[in-house]
């Protein structure tokens, strides 16, 4: 009886939390995430853009676009802003890591560490700008955390090969995010029944070629690590910023970092739209 009894609370419990993480209110946070994901992803590519055409020393990063934020008029507003939005996001993905989604390889345990690990991630974004908003530190610009966590793992007896599979893993997952925007498999995660065809249109364009652009940048970011762990030189390791920076030192020149420059913006301007018609 007690055992029954027990089980029955624990249902309750389970029921109860996952209507929590079904709540509008969680669908409210999680849409506040992808918008501020969107604008942080507009700032980067704008600081890009000057790099490019200005030779601007502003960091091309998550650290750079805080710091331009705060440079604003209601830059204490805005930052708490995104701390709200990145700590949503963050709640988001930890909900879908422990109940799932509701697509067909929602619940597969590979989905669900992919999304304990975007959660984790989103964290430590909230975290920076946290402390940032409060004045009691800087953000780290992605450059610096790079070369400090390969340095570290470096240190270790199996670090370089931790690292070359770490820089295998990100160039691959380059290669998927490109993949899956060439496809427009994101689309299957909107819910566009509304909108006009040509605003469809519209959206399934910008996610297509700012998906592309953003899959550049993370299979840059991952060669670049592989090539720090193979040569076991920490400091040739890359963060956003200097993979963008590279991209200006190819044959194409700054016209190649304006083009992926420019397709981060529009991936902004599209995560933004995702927040609209995001399937939750």
Same mark, same amino acid.
């Given at each position: 009886?007690?055992?029954?009894?027990?089980?029955?609370?624990?249902?309750?419990t389970?029921?109860?939390?996952?209507?929590?993480?079904?709540?509008?209110?969680m669908?409210?946070? %999680?849409? !506040?995430?992808?918008?501020?994901? $969107?604008?942080?992803? @507009? +700032?980067?590519?704008? &600081?890009?853009?000057?790099? /490019?055409?200005?030779?601007?020393?502003?960091?091309?990063?998550?650290?750079?676009?805080v710091?331009l934020?705060?440079?604003?008029?209601?830059?204490?507003?805005?930052?708490?802003?995104?701390?709200?939005?990145?700590?949503?996001?963050t709640?988001?993905?930890?909900?879908?890591?422990?109940?799932?989604?509701?697509?067909?390889n929602?619940?597969?345990?590979?989905?669900?560490?992919?999304?304990?690990?975007?959660?984790?991630?989103?964290?430590?974004?909230?975290?920076?700008?946290?402390?940032?908003?409060?004045?009691?530190?800087?953000?780290?610009?992605?450059?610096?955390?790079?070369?400090?966590?390969? %340095?570290? !793992?470096?240190?270790?007896?199996? $670090?370089?090969?931790? @690292? +070359?599979?770490?820089? &295998?893993?990100?160039?691959? /997952?380059?290669?998927?995010?490109?993949?899956?925007?060439?496809?427009?498999?994101?689309?299957?995660?909107?819910?566009?029944?509304?909108?006009?065809?040509?605003?469809?249109?519209?959206?399934?364009r910008?996610?297509q070629?700012?998906?592309?652009?953003?899959?550049?940048?993370?299979?840059?970011?991952?060669?670049?690590?592989?090539?720090?762990?193979?040569?076991?030189?920490?400091?040739?390791?890359?963060g956003?910023?200097?993979?963008?920076?590279?991209l200006?030192?190819?044959?194409?020149?700054?016209?190649?970092?304006?083009?992926?420059?420019?397709?981060?913006?529009?991936?902004?301007?599209?995560?933004?739209?995702?927040?609209?018609?995001?399937?939750?």
């Amino acid at each position: 009886m007690v055992a029954r009894t027990a089980r029955r609370r624990s249902f309750r419990t389970r029921k109860a939390t996952r209507q929590a993480a079904d709540s509008k209110p969680m669908a409210w946070l %999680a849409r !506040a995430g992808l918008a501020s994901r $969107g604008v942080m992803y @507009v +700032l980067v590519g704008i &600081i890009a853009v000057q790099t /490019a055409v200005e030779g601007s020393h502003q960091q091309a990063d998550r650290a750079g676009a805080v710091r331009l934020v705060a440079q604003t008029s209601f830059g204490s507003v805005l930052l708490w802003l995104l701390v709200i939005g990145f700590a949503g996001m963050t709640l988001w993905r930890l909900s879908e890591a422990i109940w799932g989604t509701s697509d067909a390889n929602g619940r597969k345990p590979a989905k669900r560490l992919a999304n304990l690990a975007r959660a984790v991630f989103y964290a430590a974004v909230t975290y920076g700008i946290l402390k940032y908003a409060l004045g009691i530190g800087q953000p780290s610009s992605s450059d610096q955390q790079s070369q400090d966590l390969t %340095a570290t !793992a470096l240190r270790h007896q199996d $670090g370089k090969a931790a @690292v +070359l599979i770490a820089g &295998i893993m990100i160039t691959v /997952a380059g290669l998927a995010i490109m993949y899956r925007a060439y496809t427009r498999k994101f689309l299957r995660h909107l819910r566009m029944g509304t909108a006009s065809p040509t605003t469809r249109k519209v959206v399934s364009r910008l996610g297509q070629v700012g998906g592309i652009a953003r899959g550049i940048v993370f299979g840059t970011v991952g060669i670049f690590l592989a090539v720090a762990a193979v040569d076991a030189k920490p400091q040739q390791a890359k963060g956003i910023d200097s993979a963008l920076r590279a991209l200006a030192d190819t044959p194409l020149g700054p016209w190649l970092l304006v083009a992926v420059a420019a397709g981060l913006m529009i991936f902004g301007v599209y995560s933004c739209c995702e927040a609209r018609w995001r399937l939750m």
